[in-house]
């Protein structure tokens, strides 16, 4: 048995073992769908390198980590360490969706109405308007 799949479990996440984990499927699936998620990151070692994930933007950070005991993807959005936003999924395609619409900034309120998944933690700062 691989390293991935004794992380993963291969009866909950077949299709992650199937890519060497949470963050190669990601891109994955990105790709396949023709989404722009950004750069993809996990942890070097241990057994997080397959369950874990970070999707980095100018937004902030999209962190992703795998439930357990059942087939779910728990979702934080952050900015400088605070989290903003917090969701589980089940589909993988939503995650990376996810991601993306993070990455373009899509307003707030939007994203929480387009992501019903999505609670709201704390607000999102405000842009700072330049006075010239």
Do not use: N
């Not at 909950?12 to 891109?27: I, K, N, S, T």
């Not at 994203?111 to 700072?128: G, Y």
């Amino acid at each position: 048995m691989s390293d991935a799949s004794t992380a993963l479990g291969v009866r909950l996440y077949p299709d992650l073992v199937e890519h060497g984990g949470l963050a190669p499927a990601l891109v994955e699936t990105a790709t396949r769908h023709g989404l722009d998620i950004g750069r993809v990151s996990a942890p070097d070692q241990g057994r997080s390198r397959f369950t874990c994930a970070e999707l980095h933007s100018d937004q902030g950070v999209v962190c992703v980590k795998l439930g357990s005991q059942a087939r779910y993807f728990m979702i934080d959005l952050r900015v400088s360490g605070e989290v903003l936003a917090r969701g589980d999924v089940m589909d993988l395609l939503q995650v990376a969706q996810v991601a993306e619409a993070w990455r373009a900034g899509l307003p707030f309120t939007e994203f929480t109405a387009r992501f019903p998944f999505m609670e709201e933690i704390k607000h999102r700062p405000a842009p700072v308007a330049q006075v010239s």
